[in-house]
């Protein structure tokens, strides 16, 4: 699946792993981005590292890497084992917070939601302490479309 933004005007954004870091980013996805884009945009919704009742997102060319909030901000990092990487990498599908698809709450911070914020990704809450928690158009900035993936997983890869 890939994870599409709802946000006026950014509606052909998607989360997507950065290559040149662990960072996840919101890019533009179209039909003509490279193969190596829309692999990076598309992810397995598998059952939550901490909590199967919610998902966790593999990234399906870093099989074995999931997206994971550290300080509030979204990484693709491979999982380590740990009880912290788990429920750094689980969140609950919830309706969206502005009234349409999905927003995902982080499983360890229940007041904070996967948001897209000026091209990065955070987990953040209506209104806080860091600046992708602004009020300004939070809930739709938090609200998700689960989209056809862009990609398929490689053959023999498992997901």
């Not at 599908?93 to 927003?103: I, R």
Request: charged share 10%.
């Amino acid at each position: 699946m890939s994870l599409q933004a709802t946000s006026v005007g950014n509606t052909s954004s998607y989360v997507r792993h950065d290559d040149t870091d662990d960072l996840a980013v919101m890019s533009t996805i179209t039909a003509t981005s490279s193969a190596t884009a829309k692999q990076d945009a598309t992810f397995v919704e598998a059952p939550g590292l901490a909590n199967a009742s919610c998902v966790s997102f593999e990234s399906i060319n870093r099989p074995g890497s999931y997206l994971r909030h550290y300080a509030f901000v979204l990484h693709l990092q491979p999982n380590d084992g740990s009880s912290t990487f788990a429920h750094d990498a689980s969140f609950c599908p919830k309706t969206g917070n502005s009234g349409q698809g999905v927003s995902f709450q982080s499983v360890n911070y229940p007041t904070k939601y996967i948001r897209a914020y000026q091209g990065g990704v955070y987990v953040a809450s209506n209104g806080g302490t860091n600046a992708w928690d602004a009020t300004t158009a939070w809930a739709e900035d938090s609200s998700w479309l689960v989209a056809t993936p862009w990609a398929q997983a490689p053959q023999g890869s498992g997901s």
